[in-house]
């Protein structure tokens, strides 16, 4: 199908993440630690690397159009423009406050905030794009507002957080 030609892997690998920037151009996260850029056609624009190279579970495009990329394996955020040149990074390994316990989804607010489900954490961390630390939210559960191994986020247009 047209969907799965768009999306194939040009090393045969999988995407794990998919981002459609304000242009249609398609940003796509890999276990290899790459980013690829495709156009409509799923033609590769470019690639780029990222710092570490872990499997990049969760991509997100901030307001200013920067690429945000969840490293599952080294517990980092990191940003890059959209050409491909690193900016930040933040994070870590970790389960103090501003580290991340194996991150997987990332998604932007209205406000520029950095939503991160954090998988063995059982909880959404939030950061302003500069990487500072604002809140923590969530634990291990199965009632209202708690996780049991979160993957995923969406922000609707409106903010409201989807895990």
Not at 42 to 58: A, P
Not at 151 to 158: C, E, G
């Amino acid at each position: 199908t047209a969907v799965k030609q768009a999306f194939k892997h040009p090393s045969g690998s999988e995407y794990l993440g998919v981002a459609v920037g304000p242009d249609g151009l398609l940003y796509c996260s890999d276990k290899r630690g790459q980013v690829t850029v495709l156009n409509r056609q799923g033609q590769v624009i470019r690639s780029f690397k990222v710092k570490n190279g872990g499997s990049l579970l969760g991509i997100a495009l901030s307001r200013t159009g920067n690429v945000i990329v969840s490293d599952f394996d080294n517990g980092y955020i990191s940003i890059y423009t959209a050409a491909g040149e690193f900016v930040r990074q933040f994070g870590g390994k970790g389960e103090d406050q501003g580290q991340l316990s194996y991150p997987c989804g990332v998604a932007v607010n209205k406000e520029g905030h950095i939503f991160v489900v954090e998988c063995e954490g059982h909880c959404v961390s939030v950061f302003t794009e500069e990487g500072t630390f604002l809140y923590r939210f969530g634990h291990k559960g199965k009632a209202e507002g708690e996780f049991n191994y979160p993957r995923y986020i969406l922000i609707t247009p409106d903010d409201l957080v989807y895990v």
